[in-house]
């Protein structure tokens, strides 16, 4: 059986553990970076196009100030309204426990704080129409309570199509690989 959402799993997990760094705005937030970077590369063309030798490092400049100016106004408003990440991926992940059930993983909220990668894999695929697409695997050990309250690890695959905005969550562990024993390879 397979459940569908609309975020990263364990982005979230990672959003409700973390403080707040850099790395967390940049994890939320890439999409709306690379537009604001983008939108600086071309304007630094136009506005240098005769000096292309300097252009890369003001391109560079450009993009490290728009990237500190977005962690600034983020930091601004983590002191006036708190975590706001922390609290978006609370919610969701607090909604998750109960569809998670559908698969007939059996968890709470704090257990599924507890979770862990355990393995990340990409692999090129062709869609209906012929066309490749990367898709990413991802494999995350959640604790769960079995019939006994117990605590038992169970091992969910996250799939997720690079570019859209499903993810398929299913219960299911890596296979292992058989590696030659002397290869350098």
Do not use: W
């Amino acid at each position: 059986m397979k459940l569908v959402i609309n975020y990263d799993f364990f982005n979230a997990i990672l959003d409700v553990n973390q403080k707040f760094i850099p790395m967390k705005v940049f994890r939320n937030r890439k999409k709306y970076l690379v537009f604001v970077s983008i939108l600086y590369l071309f304007g630094d063309y136009y506005i240098f196009k005769k000096r292309m030798p300097e252009l890369l490092s003001c391109v560079v400049q450009q993009t490290s100030g728009c990237f500190m100016t977005f962690c600034m106004f983020n930091c601004i408003a983590i002191n006036i309204g708190g975590d706001f990440y922390k609290d978006e991926g609370q919610e969701k992940l607090k909604k998750l426990v109960s569809d998670l059930k559908n698969i007939y993983v059996n968890t709470d909220y704090d257990l599924l704080l507890n979770s862990e990668l355990i393995k990340r894999k990409y692999k090129v695929q062709l869609n209906e129409n012929k066309i490749p697409e990367l898709m990413e695997e991802k494999y995350i050990l959640v604790p769960t309570n079995d019939f006994s309250n117990n605590i038992k690890n169970v091992s969910i695959k996250q799939e997720h199509i690079i570019g859209s905005t499903d993810y398929v969550l299913s219960v299911g562990s890596p296979k292992k690989e058989l590696k030659l024993a002397y290869s350098n390879v």
